[in-house]
């Protein structure tokens, strides 16, 4: 089955600056990488999501990037916010499911 | 449209209870899946549906049981609860595999 790992576990950066992500995973058949975002408390929530057939895609502060040759994809934030403290988690398709990675919990410091 | 619910959002068992969470969605998708989430561990998929009538495991199904008898409602049982399942648990639906998972609020169960 798909084996998705996710770095780093933790991640603290300065309001401001740029915050990444990274994903690996080990079908390289899986065409489709969905990133979620989970506020304190709340239910996990779909941000952004690529597909095999696009390198990079962006919205607004977030993009994320895919190297299927290497097998692994990434969450990039730019100019970070406080709204953007949270646990963000990375996913890739295994059958009819998703296997998610186990999660980054990212906080923004003022 | 309500999307995703769950009911209840918290509940408190004792060893050896069994109860049933129950998961509505609104939006006609044939794709449920029922997570549970640990601190530290992500979201583990417990059981998945595919349409009304199908159910199959995943990647932690032990002690649990599922039923899909109307494509709008995943049902979560646990037969004898235990202390390992304290955990908060999660349903999403979506409308094909390589889509958009929707979530409910989550149910927060503690067994004692």
């Known amino acids: 089955g798909e084996n998705v790992e996710q770095h780093p576990s933790t991640l603290s950066v300065q309001e401001g600056d740029s915050a990444v992500i990274k994903c690996t995973y080990s079908d390289s058949a899986s065409n489709y990488f969905p990133w979620y975002k989970q506020e304190l408390g709340k239910r996990p929530q779909l941000i952004i999501d690529?597909?095999?057939?696009?390198g990079e895609k962006k919205d607004q502060r977030i993009a994320v990037t895919l190297n299927k040759t290497a097998k692994h994809f990434s969450l990039h934030i730019t100019e970070t916010q406080p709204e953007d403290s949270a646990v963000y988690f990375c996913a890739a398709p295994e059958g009819y499911k998703l296997s998610f990675g186990a999660g980054t919990t990212v906080t923004v410091r003022a | 449209n309500a999307g995703v619910t769950q009911t209840p959002k918290f509940r408190v068992l004792k060893t050896g209870q069994s109860m049933t969470l129950l998961c509505a969605q609104d939006m006609n998708h044939e794709y449920m899946y029922w997570y549970r989430q640990d601190p530290g561990m992500g979201l583990r998929l417990i059981h998945y549906s595919v349409g009304e009538g199908t159910t199959a495991k995943g990647e932690v199904p032990d002690g649990y049981n599922v039923s899909r008898l109307k494509k709008q409602n995943f049902l979560l049982g646990l037969e004898s609860a235990a202390p390992s399942q304290t955990s908060v648990y999660f349903c999403?639906?979506?409308?094909?595999?390589?889509?958009?998972?929707?979530f409910g609020p989550g149910t927060r169960l503690t067994v004692l």
């Open positions: 999403a639906s979506s409308y094909v595999p390589y889509n958009e998972q929707f």
């Open positions: 690529i597909r095999s057939n696009v």
